[in-house]
């Protein structure tokens, strides 16, 4: 009952090699800040992360630039980063920037492991 109450947030979960990161909600300044540390804090400590944004309802350029964040500091320690099933209003903000071309983009982990995982 308590996750209905909040506005956002993040569940994380291993999976093999894959620490996952689901996160639900609206992703937006006030917020976006504790979901980049998220990203920090997990690649920081796994070899291979997926981020599922089947649920976020909204994503704002912060939501936007700690995604990217976290691609290019896990390109750079050649780690694998992968952005899972994005929701409707999320697929748009990224097809928008043409996010949608450096992302890599799966609908599930499995799809994401076939790709080289």
């Not at 620490?19 to 979901?35: C, K």
């Not at 899972?84 to 949608?100: G, H, K, M, N, Q």
């Amino acid at each position: 009952m308590a996750e209905a109450m909040q506005q956002h947030g993040v569940d994380q979960s291993q999976s093999g090699p894959w620490s996952v990161l689901d996160v639900y909600g609206e992703v937006e300044l006030s917020w976006s800040p504790d979901l980049r540390q998220e990203v920090l804090a997990v690649l920081a400590k796994s070899s291979a992360l997926a981020v599922r944004l089947a649920r976020v309802t909204y994503i704002d350029s912060s939501g936007i630039a700690a995604l990217v964040e976290g691609f290019q500091r896990a390109r750079s320690h050649h780690q694998r980063f992968v952005l899972l099933s994005p929701s409707p209003p999320v697929r748009s903000v990224l097809e928008l920037a043409r996010l949608d071309r450096v992302f890599p983009i799966f609908p599930d982990l499995a799809a994401a492991t076939a790709a080289g995982g």
